[in-house]
């Protein structure tokens, strides 16, 4: 059973950096898989944040606006997402899984929250 495991959120200032990441178990063929970061407001439908192509190339959403990077690491299957320039909007739970498409159940994901 595949296993999606997120960690790296918390509290930073507005204007601040982080950098979370996801640790995906028991997909074999992750070396092959688009994944995709996804993120969740309070209140509001989780959405795509952007996606990392089996070759390294990235796609993101317009809100992200230059200010976020998704990386990969194929030999450990680990997928990073550096966040920098967080605005207030951006607080919420964010998750990993297979993109476009999230085939997988949801992990627990990691909570950022921006404050002032």
């Known amino acids: 059973q595949v296993q999606l495991v997120e960690s790296g959120g918390g509290m930073v200032e507005y204007g601040g950096s982080l950098n979370v990441s996801c640790v995906i178990d028991?997909?074999?063929?992750?070396?092959?898989?688009?994944m995709g970061w996804y993120r969740q407001a309070p209140g509001k439908q989780r959405e795509l944040v952007g996606s990392i192509q089996k070759d390294g190339s990235t796609t993101y959403s317009d809100f992200v606006k230059g200010r976020f990077t998704i990386s990969r690491e194929n030999a450990r299957k680990v997928v990073h997402l550096q966040l920098n320039s967080l605005e207030f909007a951006d607080t919420g739970r964010y998750f990993c899984n297979t993109a476009p498409i999230a085939f997988y159940s949801w992990g627990q994901g990691t909570h950022i929250a921006v404050s002032s």
């Open positions: 028991n997909l074999a063929s992750f070396n092959a898989r688009a």
